[in-house]
């Protein structure tokens, strides 16, 4: 089987504590010159991914911000695939990232040490749940392992 494309990740996959190594460099090249297509996919900011990442000229595209937005870095097209979310919701979304025990102050209602008794809790049922995890997805009866709807062969 030939694959025509390769997609991959930034952070994590290509880079390493946000740096692409020469050797992943020179990889992509010799995958790119063997007359395939390298797809780059990110979470990052395209603004962002260019001050961190000067190669994207090396992929045919980057679908950037988390799949919002495509890229064709040969052209310099964006082309937006979905509209940012309304205001009230981002709005609502930092709210909830603020630990609770500040937002109970600003409204008067709790404590510090109210929020603080409720997060041991909480660790300890994220915990139990990773305890009860199996160390390794159960096989499928054909020798190959099933994981996330995925079956991988052994």
Do not use: W
């Not at 020469?22 to 007359?35: E, I, K, N």
């Not at 310099?76 to 695939?81: D, H, I, K, N, Q």
Request: a neutral charge.
């Amino acid at each position: 089987m030939r694959y025509h494309a390769l997609a991959c990740d930034y952070d994590g996959t290509l880079a390493t504590h946000g740096v692409v190594d020469q050797d992943t460099l020179d990889a992509l090249d010799r995958f790119r010159l063997s007359g395939r297509k390298l797809i780059l996919v990110t979470g990052r900011e395209l603004g962002e991914l260019h001050q961190v990442f000067p190669h994207s000229g090396r992929f045919e595209r980057v679908v950037a911000e988390n799949g919002a937005l495509l890229y064709r870095p040969a052209t310099g097209e964006e082309v937006l695939l979905a509209e940012p979310p309304p205001a009230e919701f981002i709005a609502a979304l930092r709210e909830r990232q603020r630990p609770s025990a500040d937002r109970d102050c600003e409204q008067g209602g709790g404590s510090h040490h109210g929020a603080q008794q409720q997060r041991p809790q909480r660790r300890h049922v994220l915990q139990d749940r990773l305890d009860h995890r199996p160390s390794r997805p159960p096989a499928n009866g054909n020798g190959a392992q099933e994981q996330n709807g995925l079956v991988r062969s052994q």
